[in-house]
């Protein structure tokens, strides 16, 4: 497992819905590696912090926006 494919599956990982050979590739990557233990740590730092911020209410705007570019998506 190298580095970047960490970086994709590190939202799964943390989460804990990845396959468990998976999850044990990147247990053992990192254990090696100092550069994605302190990535990991910063990513997990952000989702923290992210938690801690109020709710605020999406501008109307925005919202269609993020609707159209969602449906396009699922096309």
């Known amino acids: 497992m190298e580095c970047r494919q960490i970086a994709e599956l590190l939202a799964d990982y943390i989460?804990?819905?990845?396959?468990?050979?998976?999850?044990?590739?990147?247990?053992?990557?990192?254990?090696?590696?100092?550069?994605c233990v302190a990535f990991i740590k910063t990513y997990e730092g952000t989702i923290q912090a992210t938690r801690k911020l109020p709710e605020a209410p999406i501008p109307p705007e925005l919202r269609n926006r993020l609707l159209k570019v969602l449906k396009a998506r699922q096309t």
């Open 15 to 35: 989460d804990g819905t990845l396959a468990r050979e998976t999850h044990e590739l990147i247990d053992w990557h990192i254990e090696g590696c100092p550069p």
